[in-house]
């Protein structure tokens, strides 16, 4: 048995340690949505139409101060709109006034930043060519498919590539038996909806204290993966990527994996100064409930808050939102509705 295959074994037993272990301070009901910060809405939406057929179900435009206390961006002016594909929604908000600074042009994928959310796709080759037609700024090489070595995630097919912003996105294709059912049999669409997102993290212990033992996601498995195809995937020469998923109450919501590069090591930390406005920002929308007693005890442990506090905001459709950073920087919009 080879290096990787003892890891793997290894990664698979604790998983079972992480399954019996439950210590949250709140029950993750929801993983609603994923928001970026994007520089000119019309042509990030009319991107995210064409490239993977999403849908706009909304538009506002937000000028509100208590949207600016949870958001820490003050005297701001936003549009956002709504975009739908499935039963899964993303958000794109353009800040008309403070707008900020943009995605480094040098991004990779084991920086600690790094955040992409995955489209399932029905059939990889169409995908791939409707992507081809509008040109875009790929990472991986071409699609890629998990070898039989990697017995969860054979015949799995991804490629990753750029929104017109640089944010990272990501197709994929589950072979029959892989992935929820719910993605089988959709022959007549190619694009279906979101999966998971995906986060960088600099310690999967230390993440998963964070998001299950204090927000209340449950850990669903884990692996490593390596090889020429997570090379050739994430544009990463000697990858091993320890990965590690979560889900909410709802099973039928998103999900959100932890990507920890084992190698290459050098991954850049978040600055410190990213602002909700900074086209680096991407936040996750989670659904908690008991809001008011998880603030109190985010604060004595310590988390770093985005908000100055926990508010109404009726542009969010909350009775209570609060933002806050997990341990490596990434954002998360906390609601009770």
């Not at 899964?88 to 955040?115: T, V, Y």
């Not at 799995?156 to 912003?165: G, L, R």
């Not at 000697?238 to 919501?253: D, E």
């Amino acid at each position: 048995m080879n290096f990787i295959n003892h890891i793997s074994r290894f990664f698979a037993l604790a998983m079972l340690l992480f399954f019996s272990m439950s210590y949250a301070n709140a029950n993750a009901i929801e993983l609603k949505s994923i928001a970026l910060t994007v520089s000119d809405l019309d042509r990030s939406v009319a991107f995210y139409e064409k490239a993977m057929d999403f849908k706009k179900v909304s538009e506002q435009t937000i000028v509100n101060r208590d949207f600016d206390y949870v958001t820490g961006v003050f005297g701001s002016r936003v549009r956002s709109v709504e975009l739908q594909l499935g039963d899964e929604k993303i958000q794109l908000n353009q800040f008309l006034s403070a707008s900020g600074k943009p995605i480094p042009i040098d991004s990779r994928s084991n920086d600690l930043w790094f955040q992409h959310f995955a489209v399932v796709v029905s059939d990889m080759d169409k995908a791939y060519a409707q992507l081809q037609r509008l040109a875009v700024t790929g990472i991986s090489s071409a699609p890629q498919t998990i070898p039989a070595s990697n017995q969860g995630a054979a015949g799995i097919k991804a490629y990753k590539f750029k929104d017109p912003d640089g944010h990272p996105l990501e197709v994929l294709y589950f072979p029959p038996g892989k992935g929820r059912l719910v993605w089988q049999g959709h022959a007549n669409q190619v694009f279906l909806g979101i999966d998971h997102t995906a986060i960088t993290v600099s310690d999967t212990a230390r993440s998963i204290a964070f998001y299950r033992d204090m927000l209340g996601l449950i850990v669903a498995g884990g692996g490593v993966n390596t090889g020429t195809t997570q090379e050739q995937l994430d544009n990463a020469f000697g990858a091993v990527v320890r990965i590690t998923s979560l889900r909410s109450q709802s099973t039928q919501s998103l999900g959100l994996e932890f990507l920890q590069y084992l190698t290459p090591s050098g991954g850049r930390p978040a600055s410190v100064d990213v602002q909700t406005n900074d086209l680096q920002h991407v936040h996750i929308v989670l659904q908690v409930d008991n809001l008011s007693q998880l603030t109190e005890e985010l604060t004595k442990k310590n988390v770093a808050f985005i908000s100055s506090q926990a508010l109404p905001v009726k542009e969010l459709q909350c009775k209570q939102c609060l933002m806050v950073k997990d341990p490596d920087g990434h954002a998360v919009l906390l609601v009770d509705q």
